[in-house]
Each structure stands twice: as C-alpha cells, then as structure tokens.
C-alpha cells in the first residue's frame, strides 16, 4: 500500500464523526450495554491495569507496572511506545479504535472504565470531563507541560488543560489545484458559491460538524451554535450549494483532486498536505471567514488505577523529540513549538500549512465543543441536505 493510502486511512480514523452528537451517543449505548459482555481482546482491556507500588513515606513513588492505552490505528510512531517501555519500565498494552464514537461505545459499556488513556478529538474530550469520566490531570507529574503552546492552554473545551493534553491541532479549509483555476480562492463563499468553472467540480465534507461549518462561517455565527434559525438558514445556504457539488467527500477527496476529477475541495489541513505529496500544484488555504481549531486529545480516566503511569506517558508524549516524531508521521501540527521547531523543513517548506504558528491558529480558527443536546437537531439538519446525494 503506497504511503498515501497508509496516511489516508489513518486520517479517516482520526477526523470522521458520525452524524450523531456526543450526548446521544452516551445515551444509545448506555441503553444497549446492559448485561453487555467485557470486549473482547482486540478491542479493548482485557488485563487488569496494574497499580504503581506505595512508596515508603516521605518518597515519590516512581511510575511502573502497566496501562492501557486506545488510540487511532497509525496515529504514533511505531517506536514510541517501545522507547518509552524501555526507558521508564512501563508495559503498554495497546488497544485500537477505529472512530470517536468507537471507543465512546467502549467506555461507556465499561462505565467510565476499560482503558488508563484514551486518545479522542476535542468535544469527546469535553463529554468524559462532564460525565466525571476523565481524571483531573496532576501538572506536578507534567514537567514537560512546559513546552505546550500557551494558546492550547486557553482552549474553551478545556481551559488549562485540567483534563486533556493536545495531541495533534489543526485547521479545515479549502484544498485546490491552482493549475486547474483561473483565480486564488479566499473565500468559503468559493465553495458555497462557485464560479462557472467550478460548478460539478467540488467537494465537500458530509460529516455534520464540517459540512455545516462554510455556511456558519460565511454567516457569521459560531461554528458550535446551537440556535434553531442560525442552524436553518445554513442548511438553506447549503441545499443552494449542493445544486452545484460533484459530491459529499469524507474519504477520496484529495485523490479526486489529484486525479483532476475536483479542482476545489472542503479539506482538513493534514489530508490536503496527502494530496500534496502527490502533486505539488495543490495548495491549501484557511478562508477569510476563518475555520475551526480542532484538537485530538489525550485523557487520563479518572477509573484508572495507574495514574503515575499514565501521567509519565503524557509527560514523555510531550518531549520535543517525540512531537517532532509524530508530527514528521501525521503532518498535523503539534501544539508543541519545541517540537515543531525540530521538524524537518524540508517538510514544512513542502507542506506550508505544517508551518502555521500557535497564534495563527488560534486566530484563523474556533475551537470545537461538545454540542450537548442540539446534537439531534444537527443530525436532522444534515440529513435534511444531503439526502438523495
């Protein structure tokens, strides 16, 4: 499998929501996991987590036995949890999953339990804080909480980082092939209302979270509204667009632009840095109007029974030599300037939006929070736009 299609798929993982918001998920599978059976191996914990020896008094206890960790499939380099085994005696027992929702399922069947870390995107993040499900974080057992960006400390969903620590940050916006246009697009209003040039030549994202957020933007409303009218006269915007998409796009869309079928596509910012591996005449640009900031993250819950384990692995998570590794895997940025200033700048001069700063991205982009109870509404409205696509 070429290197793209290994990125692609992991990506898809990373950044693909359902439809449903993370209220009614908790919901439907609080209703489904009654009598439900302990996941099977390749899902989820099945060896207890083994708590770190009591100190004598007066002694720090140094962090050992094991944790559970879920993350994304190809989301860290393959050598960082052997390096950190090796270095600080921790056995990690690793476990994957495939979406957001996935390892929601997972922990809620488990009642908050199952794993010592989770890795999850910024509204998850935000729901385990407020069902008392992530543990409050010990800064004391952080010293490497130092080389985070100020800015990923004043993140709404989690101001302070008490119970998250940003793994990887970035930014949605517009993906084209500038050999292909006439003109620089700038504007979302580019996609929402395309020239004759574009028209059946453009993408965009049908996960609702990214589907409606051009027309919130262009509008002028926030990106995690939860008003019934803003949230209708975006859907208006966008069933005026859909006349003119040559489709809804969550998972080829930078093949299509590679291949010419799209010249202008609604992309995350590491997915378009794929397309761009493959030809260099696709580029990447955060609207005018502004985007979103979203954030995968990880959380410690508060059911683990090793937390001086899972603390050091977010310490060690942390070090500048290792973002720098996870950013050179992804192509995302790390909310880490340490190491994004190690980052080989060949990338960085291949992948210009690699290089956005901390405060650029806080400027460009609104952080995305859990939509708690209008999670419903959202999901009817986006059926209501692209049923029959």
Sequence with gaps: MAETEVRGTRARGVRTWAAVGVAALLVAAACSSAGAPTPPPTEGATTPPEQTPAATPGETPKPSGKIVISNWDLYMPADLIPNFTAETGIEVELALHTTNEDIMGKIEAANGGGFDIVFVSAPFAEALTKRGWAAKLDHGQLPNFANLAPEASQLDYDPGNQYSIPYTWGTTGLCYRSDLLSFTPDSWNDLLKPREELKGKITMLATDRWLMLPALLVLGYSINTTNPTELEQAKELLLETKKSLLAYDDTTFYSKLVSGEASLVEAWDGWCNYGIAENADIKYVVPKEG????????????????????????????????????????????????????????????????GMTADELTRFGQPERDLGDAAPLWAKIVVEITAGQ
């Design 291 to 354: 985007s979103d900031l979203w954030s995968d993250t990880l959380v410690i819950l508060e059911s683990s029974t090793n937390k001086p384990a899972a603390h050091a692995f977010l310490d060690y998570v942390l070090r500048p030599e290792v973002g720098k590794a996870i950013a050179e895997l992804v192509y995302y940025k790390v909310p880490n300037p340490k190491a994004m200033a190690l980052v080989d700048p060949a990338l960085l001069a291949q992948f210009p939006n690699l």
